[in-house]
């Protein structure tokens, strides 16, 4: 039986709910990472790293369905950190 709309929303906004406080768990380390390359003249960019990860999270990725729409949300939430890095840590 398919669940209703309202149903499918509900499960929408806990995992919205869960997801926060991990993001801001994973900013949270992002904020170290751009302030040890600040200090060691690192840059932003590290290529490899980037497409290090984004190939263990398509890994864990139960649903292959699923696996490129995880991976450009990832590569967004990546671009977003990095422009957060430059701007606010390398920047200042």
Same mark, same amino acid.
Do not use: G
């Given at each position: 039986m398919t669940m209703n709309l309202e149903e499918a929303r509900k499960l929408i906004d806990q995992a919205d709910k869960e997801l926060v406080p991990l993001i801001e768990q994973r900013m949270n380390a992002v904020v170290e990472v751009g302030k040890y +390359?600040?200090?060691?003249?690192?840059?932003v960019l590290d290529e490899n790293r980037e +497409?290090?990860?984004?190939?263990k999270i398509a890994s864990y990725t139960e649903n292959k369905d699923f696996e490129d729409s995880v991976r450009k949300i990832f590569q967004a939430i990546m671009d977003t950190t990095k422009e957060y890095q430059q701007e606010e840590i390398i920047d200042k």
């Open positions: +390359k600040k200090e060691h003249n690192i840059p +497409k290090a990860v984004l190939d």
